[in-house]
Nanobody
Framework: QVQLVESGGGLVQAGGSLRLSCAASGRTFSINHMGWFRQAPGKEREFVAAIRWSGGTTYYADSVKGRFAISRDTAKSTVALQMNSLEAEDTAVYYC?????????????????WGQGTQVTVSS
């Protein structure tokens, strides 16, 4: 089992920045990718970003490309999401995720582990 704990959500004005962090514990050696999904009220959960644990290859949704940056610290088993130029449309609960098996990084069903979520609210 892997446990994920997010931190760093909050309220920010449009155009501002926030940094989310996620700490993984437990069987972290089994992780091959970590990332973030988000879910806004009344909308489906959507992919935001992911990073390959070995090598650091990154993946982004088109809606956040150029504004968000995902990074990882393998020694500390943490992943971070730096969010810049935030927009009202970025308001959502953000979930840290990790997966141990194959499958597309863009598909939520391929992730074995989910954090409890952290709220990000962007005021316009």
């Amino acid at each position: 089992q892997v446990q994920l704990v997010e931190s760093g959500g909050g309220l920010v004005q449009a155009g501002g920045s926030l940094r989310l962090s996620c700490a993984a514990s437990g069987r972290t050696f089994s992780i091959n990718h970590m990332g973030w999904f988000r879910q806004a009220p009344g909308k489906e959960r959507e992919f935001v970003a992911a990073i390959r644990w070995s090598g650091g290859t990154t993946y982004y949704a088109d809606s956040v490309k150029g504004r968000f940056a995902i990074s990882r610290d393998t020694a500390k088993s943490t992943v971070a999401l730096q969010m810049n130029s935030l927009e009202a449309e970025d308001t959502a609960v953000y979930y840290c995720v990790a997966k141990s098996f194959g499958g597309s990084v863009y598909t939520p069903g391929n992730y074995d582990y989910w954090g409890q979520g952290t709220q990000v609210t962007v005021s316009s």
